[in-house]
């Protein structure tokens, strides 16, 4: 069984895009396979995440969302110590989601949760260095939203 911890820091009300983060989550770790892992999602704001951005990635700005993947050094299926696998934690700016989802001509639910899910499959391994990778990404992430009904 899955588990995803999530954790509002800031003072805006989630409860519905919490609910539709919970099983856009949920399903992609069904389509990847994962079975027994948790992660966390933290919503914090921009003040918040810029904190995170400069001490962690030593980048001095806000961003939209930062993944802090815990098996990057480690095995991907939990070992005979370890009942679950703990992929790490996803942080959301909620403020830059807002923000993301005006400047993209969206709804702020299809922004933060495509921000969780590209935090998801960070967390994941998959990533967006190159060309390709990020087409692969990407696809991922939209197939799962359309899924739910989640569009542009």
Do not use: W
């Not at 696998?85 to 942080?91: A, N």
């Not at 702020?108 to 990020?134: K, N, P, S, V």
Request: aromatic letters at 8%; proline letters at 1%.
């Amino acid at each position: 069984m899955n588990q995803i911890g999530m954790f509002n820091e800031t003072g805006v009300e989630l409860t519905e895009e919490e609910k539709m983060i919970q099983k856009l989550v949920k399903e992609v770790l069904k389509e990847e396979k994962v079975r027994n892992a948790e992660c966390n999602i933290i919503f914090v704001d921009n003040e918040k995440i810029h904190e995170i951005n400069r001490e962690y990635r030593h980048i001095d700005r806000v961003t939209d969302v930062i993944s802090f993947a815990l098996e990057d050094e480690m095995e991907n299926e939990p070992s005979a110590q370890y009942e679950m696998r703990v992929l790490g934690d996803i942080y959301i700016s909620v403020d830059r989601a807002k923000e993301q989802a005006l400047e993209y001509g969206h709804s702020f639910l299809r922004e933060i949760c495509f921000l969780a899910i590209h935090g998801m499959l960070h967390l994941l391994g998959y990533d967006h260095q190159t060309t390709e990778d990020e087409k692969i990404m990407f696809q991922k992430q939209e197939e799962v939203l359309a899924k739910y009904g989640i569009v542009r």
